[in-house]
């Protein structure tokens, strides 16, 4: 017998028919003898369509109500998934993340878990009953509803396998695993058996969805086996382990990208100390996160400033920015927002030299043109314009010979 926390997302569950197939999937499982707990999402597109109704009527939504009118997706899946069991005999029940209790911060549609009260679950568990937790929601210290983020409900599931001390925790999701790229940019990406903890945060962090970042954080942390699997065919999918590379690891392991940012420049900034400090920050207090910073050398005197943020903060750091340029007799500011960030990551590229050139000469026979370059130990990111997303991401593919396995799985 094993314990499991089975998550399934929106297309996993994005109809009536595939929430009666998830029912049969789980009796399955607890008709072997498993202990099951299951986290679901809301049904596909609905958690876009709440958000379209709030913006129907404010601008920018009040927080604490966008977090009841999003929590409300999730609880509409677990009634009908626990009916779903009921209706195959199978015993269940469930709970929002409130009733749970999934204890987070105040921060509203970003909200941090603290602390889980299991107590419910493991009674339901052991009276023989499948339990449905509602993804993506929980609550703060004041009975406030709280949501996670966009695909929080990957980070509920890895929280409550922690805090349950699950023997696994699964992602079921529309696609087999975790693969060297998103398989809807590059057809030839090859599924992953296994990929390393590292390898995922930074994939994740680098605007690959298939895992919210903090699902891989906590399950890193707390030493959750964390596996990503389809809900629509069998496999062993891919299992994220903290496993160290062999010497035939790949140099790199994947590319990632993300659509989501916009780049600003400052130009002509007097070449002072605290120039930095005064242009980075109202942006910061403005609670705007800024990805990458590029500084150039000084020339007469003056520098120019460039950096990037999330497309949703793109007018306001626009706003702020002009403010700050006439506030430093900067010359001008110039800005872009069809911009888009890929990135490739890998534990090998630790061991070998060269990946940089690598990288841009394959950018470079396709004629794509570098923006900004950002590196670190496991990772090498470019911007480039969004018209040449796909372009480059298949190139890298390409020149990096990703569609192969390594050596050592081929032999
Ligand atoms: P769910 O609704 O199940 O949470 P998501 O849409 O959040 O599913 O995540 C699954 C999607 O992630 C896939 O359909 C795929 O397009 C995308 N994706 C991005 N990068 C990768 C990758 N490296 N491997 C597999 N899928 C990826
Ligand atoms: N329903 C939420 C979303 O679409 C959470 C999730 O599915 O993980 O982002
Ligand atoms: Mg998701």
């Not at 404010?58 to 509409?76: H, I, Y």
């Not at 009921?86 to 105040?106: F, H, K, M, N």
């Not at 609550?139 to 509920?156: A, C, F, K, P, Y």
């Amino acid at each position: 017998m094993a314990f499991y926390v089975y998550k399934f997302g929106g297309t996993s569950v994005g109809s009536v028919e595939r929430i009666k197939a998830v029912a049969d999937k789980v009796k399955l499982a607890r008709d072997k003898g498993d202990q099951i707990v299951v986290v679901v999402s809301a049904m596909s597109g609905e958690t876009n369509r709440l958000t379209g109704l709030a913006g129907e009527i404010q601008l920018k939504p009040v927080a604490r109500e966008m977090d009841v009118l999003l929590s409300t997706g999730e609880q509409v899946t677990m009634a009908l998934l626990s009916m779903a069991l009921d209706e195959l005999g199978c015993p269940a029940c469930s709970y929002t993340g409130s009733q749970v209790r999934i204890e987070t911060d105040s921060t509203h549609t970003k909200a941090r878990i603290k602390r889980i009260d299991d107590a419910k679950i493991h009674a339901d568990l052991n009276a023989g009953k499948v339990v449905v937790v509602a993804g993506f929601q929980g609550v703060d210290e004041h009975g406030n509803i709280t949501t996670l983020g966009r695909g929080g409900s990957d980070t509920t599931a890895v929280a409550l396998a922690a805090a349950l001390k699950a023997d696994e925790c699964h992602i079921y999701t529309d696609v087999d695993g975790v693969y060297t790229t998103d398989p809807r940019v590059e057809p030839k990406a090859r599924r992953l058996d296994k990929i390393t903890f590292e390898e995922m945060l930074e994939m994740s962090s680098l605007g690959s969805k298939i895992l919210q970042i903090r699902s891989v954080e906590f399950a890193g942390k707390y030493n959750v086996a964390l596996r990503v699997l389809s809900s629509f065919s069998e496999g062993r999918g891919t299992l994220i382990t903290y496993e160290e590379p062999t010497v035939e690891q790949a140099l790199i392991s994947g590319i990632a990208f993300n659509r989501d940012e916009a780049k600003l420049t400052i130009t002509g900034v007097p070449d002072i100390p605290g120039a930095a400090s005064k242009i980075l920050g109202p942006i910061a207090d403005a609670n705007i996160e800024i990805d990458m910073i590029i500084q150039n050398v000084a020339d007469d005197a003056t520098t120019d400033f460039t950096f990037t943020v999330h497309r949703n903060d793109f007018t306001t750091a626009k706003d702020i920015l002009t403010k700050t340029s006439k506030e430093l007799s900067a010359r001008a500011i110039t800005t872009d927002d069809s911009i888009v960030k890929v990135s490739i990551v890998g534990v090998g590229m630790r061991s070998h030299a060269g990946i940089a050139s690598k990288m841009f000469k394959a950018l470079a026979d396709e004629a794509i043109n570098i923006k900004m370059i950002a590196t670190s130990e496991i990772k090498i990111s470019v911007v480039v314009d969004e018209k040449y997303l796909e372009l480059a991401v298949r190139a890298l593919h390409s020149a990096f010979e990703l569609e192969q396995p390594p050596v050592e799985a081929a032999s």
